[in-house]
Protein backbone atom coordinates (compact mmCIF):
# COMPACT_ATOMS: atom_id res chain seq x y z
CA UNK A 1 0.00 0.00 0.00
CA UNK A 2 1.81 3.61 -0.99
CA UNK A 3 2.40 5.99 1.64
CA UNK A 4 -0.15 8.83 1.55
CA UNK A 5 0.79 12.37 3.40
CA UNK A 6 -1.97 14.62 4.75
CA UNK A 7 -0.51 18.43 2.89
CA UNK A 8 -1.45 21.00 5.89
CA UNK A 9 -1.54 24.24 4.70
CA UNK A 10 -0.84 27.67 6.56
CA UNK A 11 -1.75 30.99 5.99
CA UNK A 12 1.55 31.77 4.40
CA UNK A 13 0.81 30.28 1.35
CA UNK A 14 -2.38 30.68 -1.06
CA UNK A 15 -3.58 29.12 -4.37
CA UNK A 16 -3.13 31.07 -7.80
CA UNK A 17 -6.54 31.77 -7.81
CA UNK A 18 -6.71 33.52 -4.76
CA UNK A 19 -3.74 36.21 -5.77
CA UNK A 20 -5.18 36.80 -9.64
CA UNK A 21 -8.94 37.87 -7.42
CA UNK A 22 -7.12 40.16 -5.19
CA UNK A 23 -5.14 41.26 -8.48
CA UNK A 24 -8.40 41.43 -10.76
CA UNK A 25 -6.74 38.89 -13.72
CA UNK A 26 -7.14 35.77 -14.68
CA UNK A 27 -5.06 33.08 -13.17
CA UNK A 28 -3.07 32.16 -16.54
CA UNK A 29 -1.99 35.85 -16.41
CA UNK A 30 -0.24 35.42 -12.87
CA UNK A 31 1.26 31.83 -13.60
CA UNK A 32 2.79 33.66 -16.79
CA UNK A 33 4.13 36.96 -14.62
CA UNK A 34 5.42 34.52 -12.20
CA UNK A 35 7.68 32.58 -14.54
CA UNK A 36 8.58 35.90 -16.20
CA UNK A 37 9.89 36.99 -12.94
CA UNK A 38 7.58 40.01 -12.69
CA UNK A 39 6.02 38.89 -9.59
CA UNK A 40 8.86 37.74 -7.74
CA UNK A 41 7.82 35.63 -5.49
CA UNK A 42 8.73 31.95 -4.13
CA UNK A 43 5.54 28.91 -5.22
CA UNK A 44 5.27 25.21 -4.71
CA UNK A 45 3.43 23.01 -7.10
CA UNK A 46 0.74 20.47 -5.33
CA UNK A 47 -1.48 18.33 -7.15
CA UNK A 48 -1.10 20.91 -10.58
CA UNK A 49 -2.12 23.71 -8.26
CA UNK A 50 0.51 26.55 -7.64
CA UNK A 51 0.93 28.32 -4.17
CA UNK A 52 2.07 31.56 -3.93
CA UNK A 53 4.42 32.77 -0.62
CA UNK A 54 1.47 35.50 0.77
CA UNK A 55 4.67 37.01 2.83
CA UNK A 56 6.87 37.51 -0.26
CA UNK A 57 3.50 38.60 -2.21
CA UNK A 58 2.55 41.65 0.30
CA UNK A 59 5.88 42.39 0.31
CA UNK A 60 6.32 42.82 -3.95
CA UNK A 61 2.85 45.10 -3.12
CA UNK A 62 4.32 46.96 -0.70
CA UNK A 63 7.02 48.06 -3.70
CA UNK A 64 9.56 45.48 -2.35
CA UNK A 65 10.93 44.86 -5.78
CA UNK A 66 12.70 41.52 -5.23
CA UNK A 67 11.85 38.50 -2.63
CA UNK A 68 10.75 39.04 0.86
CA UNK A 69 13.66 37.97 2.87
CA UNK A 70 11.53 37.07 5.59
CA UNK A 71 9.68 34.03 3.88
Known sequence: MPYKTNLVFTPDWM???ELAGRLG???KTVRNQIRRGVI???WIMING?????????LAWLEGE???AKAA
Open 65 to 67: DTK
Open 25 to 27: CHP
Open 15 to 17: KIS
Open 49 to 57: IIHVNRAQY
Open 40 to 42: PVR
